[in-house]
């Protein structure tokens, strides 16, 4: 049966689209391709779906994420695996040399290389062990939110080897082993333990400058998998509480230009994405996520 179909692709697989969409085409499908920022599967394109009368959604490039139910809408997840170079794996063996028991994890991207990847850990001598998340649904995968398949391994391994494209993944990692950040993209390795402290140092930071901030905006965006009204709405009423004078903004995409416009606001708390906290220098102000709103009640209340 022929249907309309959207296609949605994150950030660096829009490229792929045409071919992909040429494929459904020649089945006699009819196709629109999604052209909204897109970086995880928290964010399927619902409503250019609902606005297409697409039958169906395909989303590229993640596993599924969240419960999504929207009558009339197929959902299919598509992974879009891509071949990373392990050579620059087996060249980086001598950095964990001293290291019996390692934990592997890397990005849904290179799962499908996972078994390969243990397989060349092995064959050094070391024992592998792997886990799983609990919003990355595949062993020994990791996701900018949810880095527990590594934090989990941390007790029983002598350190922790993250393959994949970039810092943003392991940078999510919290764990007090050695954690090797292989990129066979840059066919580099290197230990990023002093770039997670810095960070966690920054967080600490951020989480002060906003128990100190008077008017805090409370950012909730309408993303499927990021919608958390009731969640802002507690902490609003809990700031109030604590006299600070909250406000919550909603947003589809979260665009620093327009936040600095409201020049309204001491500091930022995200309901969304909680990843958001890297990016506090082009928000301007300090912004914590809803991980660490406990400690950030407890401070408001020591200080009074
Ligand atoms: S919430 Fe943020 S880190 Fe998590 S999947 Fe979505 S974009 Fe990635």
Redo the contacts with the bound molecule.
Sequence with gaps: MFMRILLQFPQGLKQFALAESAKFEKEGHEVFLSATPC?????LALEEAKKTGAQKLVHYG?CK?HEVTEKGLEIEYRLYPIDADLQILKSSLEKINQYKKIGVVTTVSHIHQLDEMKKMLKAAGHEILTSKGS?AIMDGQI????ASAASKLAPKVDAIVYVGGGE?HPL?IDASKPILAINPYANESYFLNKQIEEKRKKQLGMLIACSQAKRIGILVSI?S??FSLKAAEAAKARLKELGKSPSILVTGEVDFDSLKDFNSFDAYITT?????TDDSERIGKPIINMAQLPALFSLIKESK
């Design positions: 970086w995880g599967a928290c964010d993640h994420y919003l996701l900018g939110c949810d943003f999510g993303k998998g990021q969304a994405c909680p990843r958001l």
